[in-house]
């Protein structure tokens, strides 16, 4: 079977920056949802018409992958706003930004890191953590199946697309 719109796809792959780091490495397949929003519209158009065994080296620009870098993104916060406990590396959700932070700061599908902390302030960086990063993806696909209706009627085959996962420094940014 051919891969097109509405069908799930079983990928593994390797993810490198330009300079050849290994950002991310998808070992066992994982179920993708293509036409949904499990994969980034340039992966989805590479995969097309490509079957079970099929390789695809891609080059994604930053406005293909993640967008350009936005320093309208960054917020200095002050500490005393957040839990002793908070540390450099960790993620949450706009929605969990305490109310008296800055009103600038998008709220709704918004995932901040902590990228900094001072004594009297932490810095919060609203983008992705590959923003303005040009990627260079390896992938296999390993199978191809119809989507059902359940998986079509809610985008996904219940992976979800490049996720980011709150982690400690040196963790897979990516799932």
């Known amino acids: 079977m051919e891969i097109t719109q509405q069908c799930v796809v079983a990928l593994t792959w390797t993810l490198k920056d330009t300079l050849g780091e290994e950002l991310d490495v998808l070992d066992e397949p994982v179920e993708f949802l293509v036409g949904g929003d499990d994969l980034l519209p340039r992966i989805e158009e590479a995969l097309q018409g490509h079957g079970p065994g099929a390789t695809l080296a891609l080059h994604l620009e930053p406005e293909d992958a993640f967008g350009d870098f936005n320093d309208q993104l ?3 916060e002050s500490r005393a706003l957040f839990p002793a406990e908070i540390e450099e590396g960790m993620t949450f959700e706009g929605s969990a930004l305490p109310a ?4 600038a700061a998008p709220r ?3 995932l901040y890191t902590v ?5 009297e302030h932490i810095v919060l960086d ?7 990063i040009a990627l260079r ?22 992976t979800g697309f490049f996720r980011v996962h ?3 420094p040196g963790n897979d940014l990516l799932h």
Do not use: K, M
Not at 115 to 119: F, G, L, T
């Open 108 to 110: 709704a599908g918004v």
């Open 126 to 132: 609203g983008n992705h953590p590959l923003a303005g």
């Open 137 to 158: 993806l390896q992938l296999r696909v390993h199978a191809v199946r119809d989507a059902t209706e359940e998986e079509i009627g809610r985008g996904s085959a219940g």
């Open 100 to 103: 008296e932070c800055n009103p």
């Open 166 to 168: 709150a982690q400690a």
């Open 115 to 119: 990228a900094e902390i001072y004594p």
């Open 74 to 76: 960054l917020f200095l």
